[in-house]
């Protein structure tokens, strides 16, 4: 049960930063690019929640809660319901828009969903493979840290991206 901890404590820090990237973040701060080919703010925190939601649902064998909780409508993102970022031209993360409730509200959601999942592994189940399309197979473990990894950097990106806002006077 350690690991499970481990990596719980390690998404739980996912979750500080993204929540204080966005108390008080209004339409202009989440929109802000510092490069017309630069990712904003909403779009960061959008993408790293799909990952999450895309990769660890398939480990679950659940729905996407961006599907079946309703958030794909909510959202009403101009592309295709499936996206999770990954490829997306500079265009395209211009034309997410998202307020703060909304983007806080789905991360949460997969958020608590992931951590309310990871207390029902078994040390055993940390080496199941669970991708073979890569050589090495991808193991659940090496799948978690995958994901982990991904989205505290997305969420690291989304705090600097919100300083430099901040100091440009957004």
Do not use: K
């Not at 925190?45 to 990952?51: G, K, Q, Y």
């Not at 996206?83 to 307020?99: F, P, S």
């Not at 050589?135 to 705090?159: E, F, I, K, W």
């Amino acid at each position: 049960m350690l690991s499970s901890y481990l990596i719980a404590e390690s998404y739980g820090r996912i979750r500080g930063v993204v929540h204080a990237v966005l108390q008080d973040a209004g339409a202009e701060l989440l929109t802000f690019r510092p490069h017309s080919e630069a990712n904003s703010i909403a779009w960061l925190i959008w993408h790293l929640t799909r990952v999450q939601d895309d990769h660890l649902s398939e480990i679950m064998q659940e729905d996407q809660l961006w599907i079946s909780g309703g958030w794909a409508d909510r959202f009403a993102l101009p592309f295709d319901r499936a996206a999770t970022g990954y490829g997306q031209t500079a265009e395209e993360v211009g034309q997410l828009r998202a307020d703060a409730s909304d983007l806080g509200g789905y991360f949460d959601a997969v958020h608590s969903r992931t951590i309310a999942w990871l207390p029902t592994l078994a040390e055993s189940d940390y080496s199941r493979v669970v991708d073979t399309r890569w050589t090495p197979p991808v193991t659940l473990a090496v799948r978690l840290v995958s994901v982990l990894v991904d989205d505290l950097q997305h969420a690291g990106q989304a705090a600097y991206v919100s300083g430099l806002a901040q100091r440009a006077g957004h």
